[in-house]
């Protein structure tokens, strides 16, 4: 693509914006979905949140292999090649929803990989593409994209929900054609986006990822992020269908105001984290997430009807807002750790390995919310033991709050030249 630096970069960063839009559309559309398969079926709600989990297995068994693959080919290739096999799973959710053929359940659990493994490529592949384009703003530059890309997490849960209510024909070929019509502003700027230039032949032993204190803390941060999200995301639509009686289209409405907040928070603190460093932050969130997941529960029990349907919108948008200041400022955190352990040439890797922390986290989480209501029967409860993991994460950051700091003011000073302003808390034994 011809033009300025400045315009190369914002055209890469629209066929970016393309590819997550459609990535997190097609994971949301199938949310408000989730109760209709369970009673399709038959599942309880242990299966069924298992289902949810599926999405996240190629995540975490394939994720440093698809870094290598980003690394090796660049962003633009990878990035191409899961938009059409995106594409793909939507036509197979579509068979095994509609169809008479023999074993349908185990065409839906092959769907759910395949889109699973086909949207981590492309949030390890953007994710690395940028902090490459970005070096010194890429707090900033990943929280916009994720916000941006939030909207397609916000039409996701609404589209499916009302499409599904209508037709499930059109609701996953419509679900199916998004992907495509990404790949043309793709092509466009691929040759901008490209391989990265400082690729290195060593083969780097993932082991590093979990001798390097940073490193391996960053791991656990993320992945506790996202058993709390993903617990979240399979348990909250069967609340709102069990015990509130909700229909998809209000399900995802529901959604909607968690996914709106969440693209709201994330460009909010990718913003504030290039400015004055990551931790500050990080410990705010998971506080507030601590807070808000604790009156979820007891809002559960006290509440009921509207009053309910309204706090759970109030609060659950809260804990979305808290634990994107908890999950963007570790992006620039993976960035400037992984430099200063392994060089330049290895984004794809470490993204990638952080993507499988991310894809156990979603695994965990699910499988953790399911059986804790069958178990109790009560969701409120379910959703009230989250707290537990987020406190964890909480501890962990304030823990380890001056190392991890260090680490991200160390690179960023080598990239800048003049020392940040950011004056470094310290932790108190």
């Not at 659950?316 to 908890?326: E, K, R, Y």
């Amino acid at each position: 693509m011809n033009g300025s630096p400045q315009e190369r970069h914002r055209g890469v960063f629209a066929a970016l914006v393309a590819a997550f839009f459609v990535d997190f559309l097609g994971y949301a559309f199938i949310v408000p979905i989730l109760p209709s398969w369970q009673t399709q079926f038959d599942l309880n709600a242990t299966q069924a949140t298992m289902l949810v989990s599926l999405w996240a297995v190629p995540l975490f068994l394939l994720g440093p292999f698809t870094g290598r693959l980003v690394d090796r080919y660049g962003p633009a290739k990878t990035i191409g090649t899961s938009l059409v096999f995106l594409s793909l799973s939507s036509m197979l959710y579509l068979v095994a929803t509609t169809s008479t053929i023999g074993h349908p359940f185990a065409l839906l659990v092959l769907a759910r990989l395949l889109h699973g493994m086909s949207g981590a490529a492309v949030m390890t592949a953007g994710l690395a593409g940028a902090s490459v384009l970005w070096p010194t703003n890429f707090g900033e530059q990943a929280g916009k994209l994720v916000g941006m890309a939030a909207i397609g997490g916000l039409l996701g849960p609404v589209l499916g929900g009302v499409l599904f209510n209508e037709s499930e024909t059109v609701a996953f070929v419509v679900l199916a054609v998004m992907p495509l019509l990404a790949l043309p502003v793709l092509l466009l700027n691929a040759s901008s986006l490209g391989p990265q230039p400082t690729i290195s032949p060593v083969n780097v032993d993932l082991s590093v990822f979990l001798s390097d204190p940073v490193l391996f803390r960053a791991g656990v941060l993320v992945a506790l992020t996202t058993v709390a999200t993903g617990a979240l995301e399979a348990g909250v639509p069967l609340f709102l269908d069990d015990e509130m009686g909700l229909n998809p289209a209000q399900i995802g409405g529901v959604l909607l105001s968690m996914v709106l907040m969440q693209g709201l928070g994330s460009v909010l603190w990718g913003r504030l984290v290039d400015r004055h460093g990551p931790t500050r932050y990080m410990m705010s969130g998971w506080a507030l997430a601590v807070l808000s997941l604790v009156f979820v529960a007891l809002a559960g029990w006290w509440f009921t009807g509207q009053t309910a349907v309204l706090a759970m919108i109030v609060l659950l948008g809260l804990f979305q807002f808290s634990i994107a200041a908890a999950q963007i400022p570790m992006l620039p955190v993976i960035d400037t750790a992984t430099h200063r352990a392994l060089g330049a040439g290895h984004l794809g890797l470490a993204f990638g390995a952080f993507g499988a922390a991310w894809g156990a986290g979603t695994i965990v989480g699910p499988l953790l919310i399911g059986p804790m209501f069958d178990l109790s029967g009560s969701w409120p409860l379910a959703i009230g033991a989250l707290a537990i993991p987020t406190s964890v994460a909480l501890w962990v950051t304030v823990r380890y709050r001056q190392d991890i700091e260090s680490c991200y003011l160390e690179e960023m000073n080598r990239r800048t030249g003049p020392p940040m302003t950011t004056v470094l808390t310290q932790r108190e034994d």
